[in-house]
């Protein structure tokens, strides 16, 4: 049982490259997250999945689109990487209904030059 | 929307001290405040949760508090050892019936650092 697992773990990309961040978790769970990290700003939702064929925006969607590929992959997509998206990114799963416990992958280091 | 303020941003303990971190919260239909931490280049990970019909609740060296009516919670260590190093984040979360989803909103952490 691996959990929440995230590819790749570094990026560097130039502005305007985009890239595909994956996700993916094998708890079954039925929604999935994605978060930005910056210094001093704590965790930040970019978007979220809270089942399979839903998605919906969060507090930072500017810059990013989202995949829900089926109930175990959650995909992030960069189109036009700039600047200001160089963070570190965390891919999180959780079962829906009452219970709420967030369970985090491992992150991917994103550098944008 | 909801928004989370937490204090410090970091402290330094003494091994065997307690720690207290501290969070506020805006949004007065809030009714789940997790707990994470994260230890150095990992994710974060849930280490104790209090919802909104409880006022305290207790793990072995970790408790955490509720204040509805001052719209606050905090995280107390007690014994405090090296590997409680980390950064801690608090989160709170509105209920499903107004509209919440699942959808947490993080303060902006405290490094907790323990000496020997």
Same mark, same amino acid.
């Given at each position: 049982? *691996?959990?929440?697992?995230?590819?790749?773990? @570094?990026?560097?990309?130039?502005?305007?490259?985009?890239?595909?961040?994956?996700?993916?978790?094998?708890?079954?769970?039925?929604?999935?997250?994605?978060?930005?990290?910056?210094?001093?700003?704590?965790?930040?939702?970019?978007?979220?999945?809270?089942?399979?064929?839903?998605?919906?925006?969060?507090?930072?969607?500017?810059?990013?689109?989202?995949?829900?590929?089926?109930?175990?992959? /959650?995909?992030?997509?960069?189109?036009?990487?700039?600047?200001?998206?160089?963070?570190?990114? /965390?891919? *999180?799963?959780?079962? *829906?209904?009452?219970?709420?416990?967030?369970? @985090?992958?491992?992150?991917?280091?994103?550098?944008?030059? | 929307?909801?928004?989370?303020?937490?204090?410090?941003?970091?402290?330094?303990?003494?091994?065997?001290?307690?720690?207290?971190?501290?969070?506020?919260?805006?949004?007065?239909?809030?009714?789940?405040?997790?707990?994470?931490?994260?230890?150095?280049?990992?994710?974060?990970?849930?280490?104790?949760?209090?919802?909104?019909?409880?006022?305290?609740?207790?793990?072995?060296?970790?408790?955490?508090?509720?204040?509805?009516?001052?719209?606050?919670?905090?995280?107390?260590?007690?014994?405090?050892?090296?590997?409680?190093?980390?950064?801690?984040?608090?989160?709170?979360?509105?209920?499903?019936?107004?509209?919440?989803?699942?959808?947490?909103?993080?303060?902006?952490?405290?490094?907790?650092?323990?000496?020997?």
């Amino acid at each position: 049982n *691996a959990g929440v697992t995230q590819t790749p773990k @570094f990026q560097v990309l130039k502005t305007g490259q985009s890239m595909t961040l994956q996700c993916a978790q094998d708890m079954n769970h039925n929604s999935m997250y994605w978060y930005r990290q910056d210094p001093g700003m704590g965790l930040r939702l970019i978007y979220y999945s809270a089942s399979e064929g839903t998605t919906d925006k969060g507090e930072v969607p500017n810059g990013y689109n989202v995949s829900r590929l089926n109930k175990r992959e /959650f995909s992030l997509r960069l189109e036009s990487a700039a600047p200001s998206q160089t963070s570190v990114y /965390f891919c *999180a799963s959780s079962v *829906a209904g009452t219970i709420y416990e967030q369970y @985090f992958g491992p992150g991917t280091r994103l550098t944008v030059t | 929307g909801e928004n989370v303020e937490q204090h410090p941003s970091t402290l330094s303990v003494q091994e065997g001290d307690s720690a207290v971190i501290k969070c506020t919260y805006s949004d007065s239909a809030s009714n789940y405040f997790p707990w994470y931490k994260q230890e150095l280049g990992k994710g974060p990970q849930l280490i104790i949760d209090i919802r909104s019909n409880v006022g305290e609740k207790k793990d072995q060296r970790i408790a955490v508090t509720l204040n509805k009516t001052a719209k606050h919670f905090s995280l107390h260590i007690t014994e405090t050892q090296p590997e409680d190093s980390a950064v801690y984040f608090c989160a709170a979360r509105r209920g499903l019936l107004t509209g919440g989803g699942n959808k947490l909103t993080f303060g902006t952490g405290t490094q907790l650092k323990v000496e020997l």
